[in-house]
């Protein structure tokens, strides 16, 4: 009797714009005041046969495995050498094929079932990362970069990943859905595989001292609002600040790692999820003209509006260095 096994092995498997602006016109609303000091501009699946012969049930080790009497009478058969041989190759082939099956489910669960990337229709009016909102088994980025979507999938800020100027220049919008209701965790890890099969994203990583800030309350207190159980996470910028819904302050220490360049580490010792909305407009007179303006002005208003501010340090952090990054694969 002839067998044939059949092993599939996958395709694929599962890893505020650049420069300052010199003019800007917070008066008409083109830009927010965040987004002006951000950085802008930095095959089918193979199948393969494997076939062996079995030989005849008479009293191989199949006929002893199951009947200890053979059909000679009461003695028991002895295992032969090409009977443990034969032994071993199933008990080999059975493990390989279970490594085979298993390894499959698994790439396919962190793989997105579809995804769509198209450059970018439009832009998200004071976001300079675009839009990204995510339910259960579907995540929409609109306006993105490449760099974006880094940030996203693998949690890291803006000062974290390093690489060409492709992770800024161009924009997209991205669909992608799963084939179950997938949780967040679950999609940023399908976000990781999207980015090495469609951007054939390639990467190492390095530890650096940077000079950061860290994120803590002040002596008089916080005064953020503990966010209801049921909220949904949302955070929208204006013109002149930002309006945030059920937000971690890491989330919040990550957003403002992009405006002001530099790592933001969150030592508040918040946890749980906080609403909250700050202004710039009561805390300037003049739009900022440079990087140190404009961090003046943003702790005057981190104080003032939520009892937080930023103090300046030094932290090692780990570096993404961007070896290959390519324009998206088509659809």
């Not at 949302?234 to 220490?253: L, V």
């Amino acid at each position: 009797m002839t067998r044939s096994i059949r092993l599939v092995a996958s395709s694929s498997s599962p890893v505020l714009r650049a420069g300052y602006e010199t003019k800007m016109n917070v008066e008409k609303h083109e830009c927010s005041l965040l987004e002006v000091f951000s950085d802008a501009g930095s095959t089918p699946a193979a199948s393969t046969n494997f076939s062996h012969k079995e030989p005849a049930p008479t009293c191989g080790f199949f006929c002893c495995q199951h009947n200890p009497r053979n059909r000679h009478g009461s003695r028991r058969v002895s295992v032969s050498e090409r009977d443990k041989h034969m032994m071993r190759n199933h008990l080999l082939l059975g493990t390989m094929l279970l490594a085979v099956s298993v390894g499959e489910k698994s790439a396919a669960a962190q793989e997105f079932a579809v995804a769509s990337i198209r450059p970018s229709s439009e832009s998200v009016k004071f976001e300079s990362d675009g839009e990204t909102k995510v339910e259960p088994g579907i995540v929409r980025m609109h306006d993105v970069t490449i760099e974006t979507c880094i940030k996203w999938a693998y949690r890291v800020q803006k000062s974290q990943v390093s690489g060409p100027g492709l992770l800024t220049s161009e924009r997209y919008d991205i669909t992608a859905k799963a084939d179950d209701a997938a949780g967040d965790e679950q999609m940023r890890l399908m976000m990781r595989a999207l980015l090495k099969e469609r951007f054939s994203l390639a990467f190492h990583t390095e530890k650096k001292e940077l000079h950061s800030f860290a994120l803590v309350v002040t002596k008089g207190g916080t005064k953020l609002k503990q966010a209801l159980p049921d909220e949904v996470p949302f955070r929208q910028n204006s013109a002149m600040g930002t309006s945030a819904r059920a937000t971690t302050m890491q989330e919040f220490a990550d957003f403002l790692s992009g405006p002001v360049e530099k790592p933001v580490v969150d030592k508040t010792e918040l946890t749980g999820r906080w609403d909250f909305s700050f202004d710039f407009t009561k805390y300037m007179t003049d739009p900022p003209k440079g990087i140190d303006d404009f961090l003046r002005v943003l702790n005057m208003t981190l104080q003032g509006e939520l009892g937080l501010k930023l103090d300046p340090e030094k932290d090692v952090v780990d570096v993404m260095v961007i070896d290959h990054v390519t324009k998206p694969s088509a659809n």
